[in-house]
């Protein structure tokens, strides 16, 4: 009985990651969320914001981009919160580029091809790098509330135009680690968690339970019995015999042997 009932926790424990991942495909995509608008330099703008993922364009020579998670190294995204990243860019080239919008989008880790939210696109104004230079680029976004906690990832974008004619840098095409709202643990997690050590705590009762099985078969081998004779003697018939044949003929052989 113990046995069977390893068998099926096991069987649950392996069952529920592919349940986390059927959940996730069927999750509906979230609204495109518009950037907040912001003043300064940068000209970010919050409205009436185009989106750019229908669109594909090349990346242009002498341009390089590079992507950091500020506070956050281990990329650990609270779903329905906002996060921030900053792309940076460098400009070797020989005209200035033109800042249109940077966007991002999150995938399943295994399978680019099954989108499972579009991010919001954050647009610019006024925003120019020009030759030998750099400049840095903030990006807020968030993830749906309703976003299974797990691993997914995040494949970000920046567009820009030289001369003209746009281009685009994929700035970042990795893993976050998306999370519930205000923890690192999820309800899945704890239960993942507890049911492992449940299924330890079993595992070592029926080693136990072998155990002490094989140590009784042990104890209960039988041991050889070692019959030991003893002598009686009947004093009546002694007495009974005193003065027959038998008697004396005892006697005249104890003598012989004197």
Same mark, same amino acid.
């Given at each position: 009985?113990?046995?069977?009932?390893?068998?099926?926790?096991?069987?649950?424990?392996?069952?529920?990651?592919?349940?986390?991942?059927?959940?996730?495909?069927?999750?509906?995509?979230?609204?495109?969320?518009?950037?907040?608008?912001?003043?300064?330099?940068?000209?970010?703008?919050?409205?009436?914001?185009?989106?750019?993922?229908?669109?594909?364009?090349?990346?242009?020579?002498?341009?390089?981009?590079?992507?950091?998670?500020?506070?956050?190294?281990?990329?650990?995204?609270?779903?329905?919160?906002?996060?921030?990243?900053?792309?940076?860019?460098?400009?070797?080239?020989?005209?200035? $580029?033109?800042?249109?919008?940077?966007?991002?989008?999150?995938? +399943?880790?295994?399978?680019? @091809?099954?989108?499972? !939210? #579009? =991010? *919001?696109?954050?647009?610019?104004?006024?925003?120019?790098?020009?030759?030998?230079?750099?400049?840095?680029?903030?990006?807020?976004?968030?993830?749906?509330?309703?976003?299974?906690?797990?691993?997914?990832?995040?494949?970000?974008?920046?567009?820009?135009?030289?001369?003209?004619?746009?281009?685009?840098?994929?700035?970042?095409?990795?893993?976050?680690?998306?999370?519930?709202?205000?923890?690192?643990?999820?309800?899945?997690?704890?239960? $993942?968690?507890?049911?492992?050590?449940?299924?330890?705590?079993? +595992?070592?009762?029926?080693? @136990?339970?072998?155990? !002490? #099985? =094989? *140590?009784?078969?042990?104890?209960?081998?039988?041991?050889?019995?070692?019959?030991?004779?003893?002598?009686?003697?009947?004093?009546?018939?002694?007495?009974?015999?005193?003065?027959?044949?038998?008697?004396?003929?005892?006697?005249?052989?104890?003598?012989?042997?004197?």
């Amino acid at each position: 009985m113990t046995i069977r009932v390893f068998f099926v926790l096991a069987l649950l424990l392996f069952s529920s990651s592919f349940l986390q991942v059927a959940r996730a495909q069927s999750d509906p995509e979230a609204e495109v969320v518009e950037g907040t608008e912001e003043g300064g330099d940068l000209g970010i703008v919050g409205e009436d914001v185009q989106d750019f993922s229908s669109e594909s364009y090349s990346p242009a020579p002498g341009i390089e981009t590079i992507c950091v998670f500020p506070k956050n190294p281990s990329k650990v995204v609270a779903a329905g919160e906002e996060r921030e990243l900053l792309v940076g860019m460098k400009n070797d080239g020989g005209s200035n $580029l033109n800042i249109i919008a940077i966007q991002a989008s999150v995938h +399943l880790p295994f399978d680019h @091809r099954y989108l499972v !939210q #579009n =991010l *919001s696109v954050q647009a610019f104004n006024n925003a120019t790098v020009p030759p030998s230079a750099q400049a840095t680029f903030p990006y807020i976004f968030a993830v749906s509330k309703f976003m299974q906690p797990g691993s997914f990832d995040l494949v970000g974008t920046i567009i820009y135009e030289i001369d003209q004619n746009a281009y685009q840098n994929v700035f970042y095409n990795g893993t976050i680690e998306v999370t519930e709202p205000g923890g690192m643990l999820s309800v899945e997690s704890v239960f $993942l968690f507890c049911l492992g050590v449940a299924l330890l705590g079993l +595992l070592g009762l029926w080693i @136990r339970g072998q155990l !002490q #099985n =094989l *140590s009784k078969k042990t104890k209960r081998a039988p041991k050889a019995k070692v019959e030991v004779g003893t002598a009686t003697t009947d004093a009546s018939m002694d007495e009974w015999l005193q003065g027959t044949a038998y008697t004396q003929s005892q006697s005249n052989k104890l003598k012989k042997k004197k």
